[in-house]
């Protein structure tokens, strides 16, 4: 049962159908349960049935999920799901009506289809089979359950629920052999997705006060005043509603919805809330928070500074996409995550901009407050509790995690969450197109209970969730002992379900290879790479270019003319017709392109130079080198002057 809801799961075996034996989904619900608590549901049943199958063969456990639904037998598997009864209740079940008396039960068999070995074939997507299979489906749930006209709306909902579910199980989707971008990503959108995608920004640059509803509506010049630098406009009281239907944005459910873009002085708009079940936590309220109290300008300054090298579709594409394309659920996740990323950790202009050189100079400096952030930071890199190197299969970026180094209380919660963001944001800057996400190494390999805190695991999962959403394209727990089953039951709990879906258990070097090419694994991990992490001490001087302030400023305001013209090529597009639609799409990539590559430029001046950068990984460009030579060179330590000593390098082996 869930918080009392009348809910009741339960899961058997049944032996040798079609020769196979499979796990039974009994659910029974009552008409007043929400979807959110079938989908978790049956996204629990389904996981522990399977659990329960694996150890009935005395299969292993390593990996838990591959999909939402808690199954995992390779990404090539089929499962079948097959309707054996549904029902109501009693036999009075015409008579009853919808209410929370009204119950349904469904059985249904979920019969795993063995696939050829990956051994033997690639990895492929399976869109037309579960297409097929989400078709089948509903025609068979419809057909059962259409025969009571009282259960009408609640079948429609359930109808809904299984074909969300067999939607967001499809294996394989995070998945890019071809080397082409991957649906819902910049260059690979269904014209559905652009409209989105046009909505979004529509909302976007009425918060930043660059967009009025005089130019929602058409009747502007269709482009932002360069002159305007960006300050919000207050003329938008008497507009008028959108006349595009695309430009109508959140007016689901709510017929006042489109005059609310019109009631904002500052020419901004304030979505409707989400429900408190959608926000784990508590992103409406920092939304409203960030609208009340950081300007229009700031907004948009945090914007563009939280872009860096990226396309800037990309970025909004990330929250459409972590919200299933709701385009209110994406703006309130990005502004509360453009608050966070401004108010709460300040990421450009402290983090990232004072790096490890300052936080060597602080552990060596009189305030006790900052020598002790400087020293927990300085150790935790020292020591490689995390570090980036290589790729994986798919050509993401790996981030090993070695849990055994990290001991509770040995630094300030401050210092973790500063560490991991560090890394988090020193990740983004190694991302290259097609790759959008990063392979995340958990290294359990002497994990004990010493080890375990809950408080930096927590902030760790908020921020993939809330702060960097679609990041992550997989999670390798490897080697975890077995006193790691019953913190991964609380942990999971905690998790996202398609963020869940993502986490994989391996327990050697052959499980390791079906993700990691054998060639890349390091020694540690028992693989054939000759490597280790060993840092290399901040050089005094390395962030000088940071102290030229002119340069700088010259190369913000050219970033700034880039910036509006991309905001202006935007306006276009989402005004063009078909006719016109070609060459904007052109011209917002080229700008996008100027984009990246004067941000590379600007890089040395506003971003201290990190570990990454003195091994040559962030080189001259933006170009990344994962398997850098092991012994800096000179052009990676650049800007130094002449005359410096050979930076000091320090493993875990080194400290105490």
């Known amino acids: 049962m869930l918080r009392g809801q009348t809910v009741y799961v339960s899961n058997s075996t049944l032996p040798n159908i079609y020769g196979r034996t499979a796990p039974v989904i009994l659910l029974r619900a009552c008409a007043n349960i929400s979807r959110r608590n079938i989908v978790s549901s049956i996204s629990f049943l389904l996981t522990r049935a399977t659990l329960n199958h694996r150890r009935s063969k005395n299969q292993p456990l ?54 050829p070995s990956p051994t033997t074939s690639p990895l492929q997507s399976h869109a037309g089979s579960w297409t097929a299979a989400v078709v089948v489906s509903v025609i068979i749930v419809v057909c059962a359950y259409f025969d009571s006209p009282a259960a009408l709306s609640h079948n429609i909902s359930l109808v809904e629920t299984f074909t969300n579910i067999l939607e967001n199980a499809e294996l394989g989707s995070d ?74 944005l959140f007016r689901r459910n709510h017929a006042d919805d489109s005059e609310s873009i019109s009631s904002q002085d500052s020419g901004s708009y304030t979505p409707i809330g989400s429900s408190d079940l959608d926000d784990k936590y508590g992103q409406t309220k920092e939304f409203h928070d960030a609208l009340a109290t950081l300007s229009p300008e700031s907004l948009r300054a945090t914007f563009w500074s939280m872009v860096k090298h990226d396309h800037p579709d990309a ?35 402290d983090i990232m901009k004072n790096g490890e050189l300052a936080a060597l100079e602080a552990a060596n400096g009189d305030d006790s407050t900052k020598r002790r952030l400087g020293e927990d930071f300085l150790s935790q890199m020292r020591m490689g509790k995390s570090y980036l190197h290589g790729l994986d299969k798919e ?13 509770q209380g040995e630094q300030s919660e401050e210092s973790l969450e500063r560490y991991t963001v560090f890394t988090i944001e020193t990740a ?77 258990f391996t327990n050697n070097i052959q499980e390791m290879e079906q993700y990691v090419p054998s060639n890349h694994i390091i020694k540690e991990l028992d693989g054939a790479e000759d490597w280790a992490y060993r840092y290399i001490e901040p050089v005094p001087g390395e962030n000088d270019a940071m102290k030229d302030t002119d340069t700088r400023d010259k190369l913000l305001r050219e970033r700034e003319v880039s910036v509006q013209d991309y905001e202006k090529a935007t306006l276009e597009w989402i005004h063009a017709t078909t006719t016109d639609l070609s060459s904007i799409k052109e011209t917002r990539n080229s700008v996008a392109n100027a984009l990246r590559d004067g941000y590379w430029v600007l890089d040395p001046y506003v971003r201290a130079r990190s570990y990454y950068d003195r091994v040559g990984m962030i080189s001259a460009g933006g170009k990344p080198r994962f398997y850098p030579e092991p012994t800096p060179t000179t052009a990676a330590l650049t800007p130094i002057s002449n005359g410096i000593p050979k930076p000091v390098e320090t493993s875990a082996d080194d400290l105490d």
Request: net charge positive.
């Open 62 to 115: 390593n990996d838990l999920s591959q999909s939402s639904l808690g199954l995992q037998q390779y990404s090539t598997t089929r499962f079948c799901l097959r309707k054996t009864h549904a029902s109501l209740c009693d036999s009075q079940r015409s008579k009853q009506t919808i209410g929370s008396t009204s119950s349904r039960t469904v059985l249904a068999y979920l019969i795993p289809i063995k696939a």
């Open 175 to 248: 998945i890019n052999m071809t080397g082409n971008p991957l649906p819902g990503r910049v260059g690979n959108l269904t014209a559905d997705q652009e409209e989105k995608l046009k909505e979004f920004w529509v909302a976007t640059l009425q918060v930043f006060g660059v967009l009025n509803t005089k130019e929602l509506n058409g009747n502007g010049n269709g482009h932002t005043d360069p002159a305007a630098n960006g300050r919000a406009r207050s003329d938008t009281s008497g507009s008028k509603k959108p006349k595009k239907k695309r430009m109508s």
């Open 315 to 349: 970025l909004l594409l990330r929250f459409l996409r972590a919200r299933k394309w709701d385009v209110e659920k994406a703006l309130i996740m990005m502004v509360s995550t453009m608050r966070w990323r401004a108010r709460d950790v300040h990421v450009d202009d």
């Open 395 to 407: 050509g993401r970026p790996m981030c090993f995690v070695r849990a055994r180094l990290h001991k």
């Open 428 to 504: 983004r800057m190694i991302l290259a197109p097609p790759a959008d996400t990063a392979c995340v190494v958990f290294d359990m390999t002497g994990f004990s209970l010493a080890n375990m805190d809950y408080t930096p695991v927590k902030f760790m999962i908020k921020c993939f969730e809330a702060n960097y959403p679609e990041s992550l394209g997989v999670v390798l727990v490897h080697k975890a002992p077995w006193v790691f089953q019953g913190i991964w039951k609380i942990i999971r709990g905690w998790l996202d379900p398609v963020v869940a879906s993502k986490v994989q």
